[in-house]
């Protein structure tokens, strides 16, 4: 139930095409769904997290969807560039527990040129 | 500048000797945490600490020992107890709400 199941494994994509990735999760505890961008040697970056009392929120060309009653959430790279190139991870937890991410397995991520 | 800092950025260590890699952060975050990551893998939670001087194991704690005698600092030190100890090592914080926040990482190589 800890789980957090992420899709696809890895993704190419065209310059200006969408990209989108999905991940779902068990626990009905979890409040709390961020996504991560990470560039190979680097940490991961926290590029845009959603909470469950909003279905959608946007920032720039990225948007998280959220279904609460599906227990699915998914990232969409809008217009995407090759600087946007990287392993993207969806995580989730409870943060009235011990805020422990969750974290899905990753999608790795080519947009060609 | 608010952040994370991990030291060294790479490490390399003989079989048998135990290593430490240390985590600072100066955003007055409670709440640390060290993963480690394989090639082509996700994050692997190996302690967390929610409060000085307090900590838990995650999910690959065997191997690891970490302290919290200061809020700023999370060291974590590898055992020669860890058999497979060549990874990526990360070092995170995070909010009252939450929001965590990664360091460079650490790549630590055992021959």
């Known amino acids: 139930q800890q789980q957090v199941k992420q899709s696809p494994q890895s993704l190419i994509v065209q310059k200006g095409g969408i990209s989108i990735i999905n991940c779902a999760y068990e626990?009905?505890?979890?409040?709390?769904f961020p996504w991560y961008q990470q560039f190979p040697g680097k940490g991961p970056a926290l590029l845009i997290a959603i909470r469950p009392d909003v279905s959608e929120k946007k920032e720039g060309r990225f948007t998280i969807s959220f279904n609460k009653s599906a227990k699915q959430f998914s990232l969409h790279i809008m217009d995407s560039q090759p600087g946007d190139s990287a392993t993207y991870f969806c995580?989730?937890?409870?943060?009235?527990?011990?805020?422990?991410?969750?974290f899905g397995a990753g999608t790795r991520l080519a947009v060609h040129p | 500048d608010g952040g994370i800092t991990q030291s060294p950025k790479y490490l390399f260590r003989k079989e048998g000797q135990n290593v430490t890699l240390s985590c600072e952060q100066n955003?007055?975050?409670?709440?640390m945490y060290w993963y480690r990551q394989d090639p082509g893998q996700g994050l692997r939670l190996i302690y967390y600490s929610q409060i000085v001087n307090d900590f838990q194991k995650g999910d690959i704690a065997e191997g690891y020992s970490v302290s919290r005698e200061k809020k700023e600092s999370f060291p974590l030190t590898v055992t020669s107890a860890q058999k497979n100890p060549t990874a990526f090592y990360l070092c995170?914080?995070?909010?009252?709400?939450?929001?965590?926040?990664f360091g460079p990482g650490t790549r630590l190589t055992v021959t």
């Open positions: 626990n009905t505890a979890f409040d709390y």
């Open positions: 995170a914080s995070s909010t009252d709400v939450g929001e965590q926040y």
């Open positions: 995580a989730a937890s409870n943060t009235g527990g011990y805020n422990k991410l969750i």
């Open positions: 955003l007055n975050h409670d709440a």
